[in-house]
């Protein structure tokens, strides 16, 4: 069984065809958020396989059977299913004070920095979109040092991750790169501004990720490096802060930035590890994962059931439909199911191994 890792969560978005005809077999399928192909064996023992990028397409029949459903089955039908995917707009300082240890004997925060955020993106790079505006990118010579605008290089749009992992490694081996001197914050939240208009282009939820390890040197005005971020945030994208090591000095108003910004207080991960899982959990929680469409919709909805596994029961078991409560519920036109209080809340916490919707025969007990 292949699993989506969030950030330590580990949550399988898949679907399941049952097919109940003569032969008493069951069409099974995984699907992850990585792009990987997913494969299903019918009730008559041929096998199909196709890529989706976390959406499935699998017919229930034997081979060179196209059709959606199987007349020897108890109506099987193909099913996708994904959920609604996050985006995040990475900014990140690359002032000169980025070259020091992030600790004692460790690499220049920034390449700790650039470390933590692939590995906090890669499990989920199917699922989250990244963009990011790097700070300063033009020397002036002094603490003003100027910003590209998104969209311009080296800044990277808002693009499908594993596109953007891609061009931000990219970014720190070019030719030519290096750190520059001056921090002008304000210039860099700005530009992410303007890279999350309304309306959106983007499906789902939207974030900022501010990646700093010091105060800002040109325009140091509280109010005017807040306004971008009030800005955001009356459009519903948090921000989130960042200090690395020596941002100490900064704290105050980093911790203005993340109120401004819908997050309470600023994050200081004391090691690399830390600060891999915070981008993670960032990254993650634009996730809805409690919200899963189901493309095309089932054509009996009472027909559709949830199992799930879970430490205390690897072998599964069902999560009955509800409208209120604990539970799941699907929509009037089939098209969205939702999970429901403590179903929702553990699924987002990776209580579940497994999370699965089967349409059809409900599945024997185990």
Known sequence: MRTLLLSGMAISLGAIM??????????????????????????????????????????AGPIGDSSVNDSDACGSVMLKTHTKPGNIVVVFDQSDSMKQPFQAGSPPKW????????????????????GAVFFPTMATGNGCSGVDPIGTPPQIPIQAGPAFITAFQGHFTAPGWSLILGTPLKLGLQEADKALPDPSPLMGARAVVL?????????????NILAPVQAM??????????GLPGSAAAS?????????????????????????????????????????????????????????????????????????????????DGMTATLLGAVCEKAKAGGYSTLDFI?????PPM
């Open 252 to 332: 105050a108003l980093l911790d203005k930035i993340a109120m401004a910004g819908g997050t309470m207080n600023y994050l200081t991960p004391a090691d690399p590890m830390a600060l891999q899982m915070a981008i993670g959990q960032i990254a993650s929680s634009t996730i809805d994962q409690c919200t899963i469409t189901l493309d095309p919709p089932p054509a009996d909805k009472s027909k559709v059931h949830l199992i799930v596994t879970d430490a205390m029961n690897p072998k599964g078991y069902e999560i009955m439909e509800t409208q209120m409560g604990d539970g799941w519920s699907i929509s009037a």
């Open 111 to 130: 390449q700790v920095a650039e470390d933590a955020l692939v590995a906090a993106l890669t499990p989920i790079q199917g699922i989250v979109s990244g």
């Open 18 to 59: 049952a097919a109940c005809g003569s032969g008493g077999g069951v069409a099974t399928s995984q699907t992850t958020g990585t792009g990987g192909a997913s494969t299903s064996s019918g009730h008559g023992g041929g096998t199909s396989s196709g890529e989706g990028g976390g959406d499935l397409g699998i017919d």
């Open 233 to 242: 945030f009356s459009r519903g994208i948090k921000t989130y802060a960042i």
């Open 359 to 363: 349409y059809g025969c409900p599945p």
């Open 211 to 223: 990646i700093t390890d010091g105060a800002p040197t040109c325009d140091t005005v509280a109010a």
